[in-house]
């Protein structure tokens, strides 16, 4: 016992003597390298394992771990009651270095906002920092460290479920988006106690995966990479984003997550990133699956000589990296540039100085983490209305009157599931406003609301399984039992005694999700006979849509009087749409992704690159590229959304028909509210290099601006280009400015636009 004591003493007098050596903590690297320096292999490879809470692992083995320091970070774990145990083991370790935890917080996290795709459709930069910045703060609050968001994947190929956790399709849009999220989410620096650390995901290319299918490969140029598909992450990494995930794609043969040019030559040497890197869930054991390892141990080997810093839900670098070590196959280097990045990634987070910042005292933890005084409702109404995009409005039926009776039927009008979108965080369906909720509030006592189903979301048993699949039981989607025939009678009789009807209509939020690739982008086959039982009522049909994709409407459009795509809108959805049924809200939002007319169009997006023979709207011909069989082009263009006043551009003018390199031109244009409301709208500007090294895109969104005028207000605004926005990679890889000619396009949406030309000398 004694000897023990003694022995006690002499550790404690030598970690003192190792602790009076370390260097300050303000000094990071030296502070990192120090603490690697007395790391065990053992130590080193934990800090490299990423854990997620599940079931399967009882929490008392999880600590047991994590005393041990065999874990570097957990996610899924959201409370500070439950993440505090987890840093007091780890403060109970050898070195006591911090745990990080973290989530994916992607568009909310207790207050769930408009899933990504909707956030895009408002173009409006502040709502969308708002939403980075609450979502840190709600998150931060419940101690959450860093969030595997944002999500830049362009995507252009909407049969791929994950499109509503995107941006859209284009590149400048969702560079700007992410630059912002960003920002917003790390609050300047992510060591503050209401930042979270962003880690920008999938990188690379994951939205372009083939025919749509969920985790599949992609193949693409080195230009159209560099052009369209990766600026998005660049600008997130620019904007000091802490890490990236890694994709679960391969990318011209080569898995992401063992792609030594896209993790060393490109993110680290040429964009000289020093961040985290994260692989996906699982993805390092996927290398076996994808051909590229032969086993386990294979795997392990690959990824981390690739460069994947972080095994997430890892069973392979815990297991295979001794041996690797051991045998020299995996060098010690190798092993501490990884721990080098987590240690730096904990370090940015604020860990170091207090591994207690986000998780605080226990007498300070929330009585109630579902308190409704916890969420943000009054943002999330704003930024939610602001995503409502107005597809289509005949004989201005919309906005509807406070008065008489109006029909709510669709299976989507009452679904405090669906409404919250792919990603719920911590949000809970209790506390979604619903649309019949929110238009029975907007109502009061004024009108008659009849409210009816309609039909289920689907009807196919087995595909409504496979969308529960992974749903707990609180989540699931239940069906009504009653025989269709019977839902849309009910339907009928509720609209036949109406003065209008509103539908709400679409896909369950699971069917635009991850794994939730689909063939076709119709809305469900008994949804459409809802919505042909309706029509044939003759009384004015309003469709309020929930998707989180493109969806093609061309016989929808037949059918209904006004459109209003909602997307999955969130906590305050309900309140929202009625907003802007009612007209208490003038709708603003912009497509932020092309609507095909059908499936067989796709992929379909604004700006494609020029080509030989293209398809002239309204002369078809042969010889050109279309289809013949159903009109060309989109059915609703990238950057078309309506209003209930109107907007009249004219005017278009270049400060100077010659821009030298160096300067900037000037592009001024007239801008007037000639309705009568007041209201919002998105002014876009387009450039087109008209002669190149190479095909350029037919256009390229440069600048927006969003602007509020009221009725009969006639603004002029001016939006300035320079050189830097003319660049493009040319077939050498290299970024230039190629002299020739310019068109400036500017538009309230992609197709409808006034031109100018100008010079780059
Ligand atoms: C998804 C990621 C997500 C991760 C953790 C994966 O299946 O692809 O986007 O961050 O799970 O939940």
Request: some cysteine; proline content about 5%.
């Amino acid at each position: 016992m004694k000897k023990l004591c003694l022995l006690g003493l002499a550790i404690g007098l030598i970690s003192q003597t190792v602790l009076a050596a370390a260097p300050p903590l303000q000094d990071k690297q030296a502070f990192i390298e120090h603490l690697i320096g007395q790391m065990s292999v053992e130590e080193k490879i934990g800090q490299l394992r990423l854990i997620s809470i599940s079931p399967e692992m009882p929490r008392e083995t999880i600590r047991e771990e994590i005393a041990a320091g065999r874990i570097g970070g957990t996610f899924n774990s959201i409370t500070r009651d439950e993440n505090r145990p987890m840093q007091d083991a780890a403060q109970r370790s050898r070195l006591k270095i911090p745990m990080f935890f973290a989530y994916d917080v992607i568009h909310g996290h207790r207050t769930i906002f408009p899933i990504s795709l909707g956030l895009a459709a408002t173009w409006d930069m502040d709502a969308i920092a708002k939403v980075g910045r609450i979502s840190a703060i709600e998150a931060a609050a419940d101690s959450i460290d860093m969030t595997f968001a944002p999500m830049v994947d362009i995507a252009r190929d909407p049969r791929w479920g994950r499109t509503s956790e995107g941006f859209g399709e284009d590149t400048y849009l969702t560079s700007r988006i992410s630059d912002v999220m960003v920002r917003s989410l790390q609050g300047g620096d992510p060591a503050k106690a209401d930042s979270i650390m962003a880690i920008v995901k999938h990188f690379a290319l994951y939205g372009a995966v083939e025919g749509g299918r969920d985790y599949n490969t992609v193949d693409m140029s080195p230009v159209k990479m560099y052009n369209d598909y990766l600026p998005p992450y660049r600008s997130g990494l620019d904007a000091g984003a802490g890490g990236v995930m890694v994709a679960l794609n391969s990318i011209n043969g080569v898995p992401a997550t063992s792609n030594t040019w896209l993790m060393n030559d490109l993110l680290r040497k040429e964009w000289g990133f020093k961040g985290v890197t994260i692989s996906d869930h699982g993805a390092i054991k996927e290398l076996i699956r994808h051909g590229v390892a032969r086993d386990g141990r294979g795997a392990a080997k690959l990824a981390i000589k690739a460069g994947i810093d972080m095994s997430m839900n890892d069973s392979l670098y815990g297991k295979e990296l001794p041996g690797l070590l051991a045998s020299g196959e995996v060098s010690q280097a190798e092993v501490d540039q990884a721990v080098r990045e987590v240690l730096g990634a904990k370090y940015d987070m604020g860990l170091f100085k207090d591994p207690y910042l986000r998780i605080g005292k226990a007498e300070d933890d929330p009585q109630d983490v579902y308190a409704p005084e916890r969420l943000h409702r009054e943002a999330a109404r704003d930024v939610a209305r602001r995503s409502l995009v107005l597809l289509e409005n005949r004989n201005q039926v919309l906005p509807l009157k406070k008065a008489g009776t109006i029909a709510l039927v669709g299976p989507l009008a009452d679904a405090p599931v669906d409404i919250m979108g792919s990603w719920e965080a911590a949000g809970r369906p209790q506390h979604s406003v619903t649309v019949r909720e929110g238009m029975r509030r907007a109502l009061g006592d004024q009108a008659r609301l009849v409210y009816a189903k309609g039909s289920n979301v689907i009807d196919d048993q087995v595909i409504v399984d496979y969308l529960n699949f992974f749903n707990s039981e609180a989540l699931r989607i239940v069906k009504d039992p009653r025989p269709p025939a019977v839902l849309i009678d009910e339907a009928v009789k509720a609209a036949e005694a109406a003065d209008v009807v509103v539908a709400v209509v679409g896909e369950s939020r699971g069917m635009s999700h991850e794994s939730s690739s689909r063939t076709t982008l119709e809305i469900p086959a008994n949804q459409r006979a809802l919505i042909k039982a309706l029509k044939a009522t003759g009384k004015p049909l309003v469709l309020v849509l929930m998707n989180g994709r493109p969806l093609s409407l061309a016989w929808e459009r037949e059918q209904a009087d006004a459109i209003l795509e909602t997307w999955f809108s969130g906590t305050e959805g309900g309140n929202a749409i009625a907003d802007v049924l009612f007209g208490d809200y003038n709708p603003s939002g912009k497509l932020a992704i092309t609507f095909p007319r059908s499936v067989g169009q796709i992929p379909l997006y604004y700006n494609h690159l020029s080509i030989g023979r293209p398809y002239t709207p309204g002369k078809p011909g042969n010889y050109t590229s279309q289809y013949f069989e159903e009109p060309n082009g989109p059915l609703y263009p990238f950057g078309h959304g309506l209003s209930y006043t109107r907007f009249e551009l004219s005017g278009l003018k270049l400060s100077t028909p010659e821009l030298k390199r160096g300067e900037t031109l000037q592009a001024e244009v007239n801008v007037k509210n000639t309705g009568q409301r007041d209201g919002e709208t998105v002014v876009q500007l387009y450039v087109q290099d008209v002669s190149a090294s190479m095909s350029r895109p037919i256009k390229e969104l440069k600048r927006f601006q969003k602007i509020m005028l009221k009725a009969g207000e006639a603004r002029t605004l001016t939006l300035a280009l320079g050189e830097d926005d003319l660049k493009f990679y040319n077939a050498q890889l290299q970024q230039v400015a190629e002299p020739g000619e310019f068109n400036v396009q500017v538009g309230l949406d992609s197709q409808t636009v006034q031109e100018q030309r100008f010079e780059l000398r």
